[in-house]
């Protein structure tokens, strides 16, 4: 069964970057049938799409994200990770990663984790 | 402001039925799949309805999708107090290159 686990700091500094990994356990990253994407949830608030990769290593971002965010891919290792530049309080939230099936259809979803943006 | 819209709650009896729809536009409901998820309090969301109507393997058919032009349907029968949680729908919108969810839905079983 597939397991997805986000890491990383729970706490970032206002203006700098925040950084999460996801690992994935049974099953293989290295998959054509299969995106991998990071979506985040502000306390009390909606979802909200961060971006997706492919295993190729090809990237979709939300547009409003766009300018400060990476999504990178290591198959080696069957992680993708999130790196976040110039964060805001407004940044703060529980950021869960997911299997992307097809561009929107998250089908399998790791437990979340909240980062907070303080100083 | 979501990008698709849906009603900020709905409530029914135990046993009864509710639907609850997620309005969008010709780039993104009307011309691709939509997905409904189910996120119970504290928890990560889990996929209920893919491609408009398929339920993945072990979700009960007491749930169902369908869509019709720019607007989709989630629809849940024999409710149940373990039903109460907030609804996601999402797709892919092919004017903003993005995923797209509505702002969701809380449903209450009284």
């Known amino acids: 069964q597939l397991h997805l686990q986000e890491s990383g700091p729970g706490l970032v500094k206002p203006l700098e970057t925040l950084s999460l990994i996801c690992t994935v356990s049974g099953g293989s990253i290295n998959s054509p049938n299969h995106y991998w994407g990071w979506i985040r949830q502000p306390p009390g608030k909606g979802l909200e799409w961060i971006g997706s990769i492919y295993y190729s290593g090809s990237t979709y971002y939300n547009p409003s994200l766009k300018s400060r965010v990476t999504i990178s891919i290591d198959t080696s290792k069957n992680q993708f990770s999130l790196n976040l530049r110039s964060v805001t309080a407004a940044d703060t939230a529980v950021y869960f990663c997911a299997r992307d099936e097809s561009l929107g259809e998250f089908d399998s979803w790791g437990q979340g984790t909240l980062v907070t943006v303080s100083s | 402001q979501s990008v698709l819209t849906q009603p900020p709650s709905v409530s029914a009896a135990p046993g009864q039925k509710v639907t609850i729809s997620c309005s969008g536009s010709s780039s993104n409901v009307a011309n691709n799949y939509v997905s409904w998820s189910q996120q119970l309090p504290g928890t990560a969301p889990k996929l209920l309805i893919y491609?408009?109507?398929k339920r993945p393997s072990g979700i009960p058919d007491r749930f169902s999708g369908s869509k019709s032009g720019t607007s989709a349907t989630l629809g849940i029968t024999g409710l149940q107090t373990g039903d109460e949680a907030d609804y996601y729908c999402g797709t892919w919108d092919s004017s903003l290159s993005a995923v797209v969810f509505g702002g969701g839905t809380k449903l209450t079983v009284l």
């Open positions: 491609d408009d109507d």
